[in-house]
C-alpha cells in the first residue's frame, strides 16, 4: 500500500490568484500515476473550526436519537435521498448498516424547478426535511447544517472556478463552465455521515480486514465533492462523547491513485479536500478520472464513532454528461446499483 500527502493549496491565494494554482490543480487531478484525485485547501476562515465541530457533534446526538424520532424524518419516496438513511443502501452486495446519513441541500431549501421535473427526479427536487426546531437533543440541526454545507460550498465554487482553465483543455464541448454548472445547480447535495462504532468483539485491525470495512469502494456521482476532515467521538459513562484520535492508524479514507495504488490520505482537521467525481469523468470522456474511494474501521473499538460531511456538487439533470445520457439518468442508473426497490423500501 503506497503511502503519501495530498496536494495542498492555501485558501487566501486561491481566492486572489486563482489561476496560479493550475499546476496544482493539474498534480492532484491529472492523469499521472501517483495523482491522488483529492486536494487540500487550507489556512481557511476560523469559522470553519466552528461549523465542522458543532454539526459533526450534533451528527452523534441525531443518530443517538429514538428509532421512532428518526423515523419521523425519513422520506422513502425520494429513495431515502432527503433526511435519515440507515440500512437502505447497499454496499458490498448487502444492506449498509454500519452508517447512518442525514441528506439536505444546503444552498436550496425549496427547489425553483418544473413539477415534472420534481415528480421525475425526486432524489433532487425535494423540499429539504429538517428536524423540528424544539426536537430534544438536536436543537440548531438546520442552522448548523446550511452554516457548514454553505461555507464547503463557497469554498467549492472558488475552486471550481480555478479548475476551469484545466477541466476546459479536457473538454469537447467549449460552453461547458464548472464553476457556473456548480454555481448555479439545484441538486447540490449534502451528506452528515455517522459511523456507528465497530460491533462488540469486533478483531482488532489485521492485514486481512477489509480495507473497506467501513465503507466500500465507491465513486461519487458529482463534478466536485467537498469533504471534511472525520471527528471520532468515544462515549464514556453516559456522558457526551469526548473527541479522540483515530481508534487505529489504519481508521480512515482510503483513496486508488490514478496508476491504482492504495493511499491513505488523512486530512487535517482545519482543512477541507475536494475530490474528483464520474460526473466530471463522463463529461471530460474519461480524461479526468473519478476518484475510488472508501473508509476502514482499523479497529475494533466498540465506543468510537466517526463523523464527517461530505458535499456533492453537481449538474442539474439535464445537462449532457455523456453522449447517450444527461445528469439525471446517469443518476438514476447509479442509485439503482445501490437501492434495491429503494421507493418501496
Keep these: 500500500m503506497n503511502s503519501q500527502g495530498a496536494v495542498s493549496i492555501s485558501y487566501p491565494t486561491l481566492k486572489s490568484s486563482p489561476l496560479s494554482l493550475e499546476a496544482s490543480i493539474e498534480q492532484a487531478f491529472g492523469s499521472n500515476p501517483q495523482a491522488l484525485g483529492i486536494i487540500l485547501v487550507k489556512d481557511l476562515p476560523s469559522e470553519y473550526l466552528t461549523y465542522r465541530e458543532s454539526l459533526l457533534k450534533l451528527s452523534y446526538k441525531f443518530a443517538s436519537l429514538d428509532e421512532s424520532v428518526k423515523a419521523r424524518y425519513t422520506d422513502p419516496g425520494s429513495s431515502y435521498s432527503f433526511g435519515w438513511s440507515h440500512g437502505k443502501e447497499i454496499m458490498n452486495g448487502k444492506p449498509d448498516t454500519l452508517k ?98 465497530p460491533s462488540p468483539g469486533s ?45 487505529s492508524p489504519a481508521s480512515g479514507l482510503y483513496i486508488r491513485t490514478r496508476g491504482g495504488d492504495l493511499t491513505k490520505v488523512s486530512i487535517p482537521p482545519d482543512c477541507l479536500a475536494f475530490q474528483t467525481g464520474e460526473a466530471l469523468e463522463l463529461v471530460t470522456a474519461g480524461k479526468l478520472r473519478a476518484t475510488p474511494h472508501c473508509v476502514r474501521v482499523g479497529g475494533g473499538d466498540e465506543k468510537t464513532s466517526r463523523e464527517t460531511f461530505a458535499l456533492f456538487m453537481q449538474p442539474d439533470t439535464d445537462q449532457r454528461v455523456s453522449p447517450s445520457e444527461d445528469f439525471g439518468q446517469f443518476s438514476k442508473r447509479i442509485l439503482a446499483e445501490h437501492y434495491e426497490q429503494s421507493s418501496t423500501m
Excluded at 427526479?121 to 442552522?143: C, H, L, M, S
Excluded at 463534478?223 to 471527528?231: F, H, N, P
Design 100 to 197: 447512518g446519513s442525514y441528506y439536505a441541500n444546503p444552498v436550496v431549501d425549496e427547489p425553483n424547478v418544473s413539477p415534472a421535473l420534481k415528480e421525475g427526479f425526486p432524489e433532487y427536487y425535494r423540499n429539504n426535511i429538517w428536524p423540528d426546531k424544539t426536537e430534544a437533543g438536536v436543537e440548531g440541526f438546520e442552522d448548523a447544517f446550511k452554516n457548514l454545507g454553505r461555507f464547503v460550498f463557497k469554498v467549492g465554487c472558488e475552486l471550481a472556478a480555478a479548475c476551469q482553465p484545466f477541466v476546459s483543455k479536457h473538454l469537447a464541448d467549449t460552453s461547458f463552465s464548472l464553476p457556473e454548472l456548480i454555481g448555479t445547480s439545484q441538486t447540490t447535495k449534502a451528506r452528515l455521515l455517522h459511523y456507528f462504532p
Design 203 to 247: 478483531a482488532p485491525v489485521s492485514e486481512d480486514e477489509p480495507i473497506d470495512s467501513w465503507c466500500g469502494f465507491h465513486l461519487d456521482n458529482s463534478l466536485l465533492t467537498g469533504l471534511c476532515s472525520a471527528m471520532f467521538l468515544r462515549e464514556e459513562g453516559g456522558q457526551f462523547p469526548t473527541i479522540v484520535p483515530a481508534p
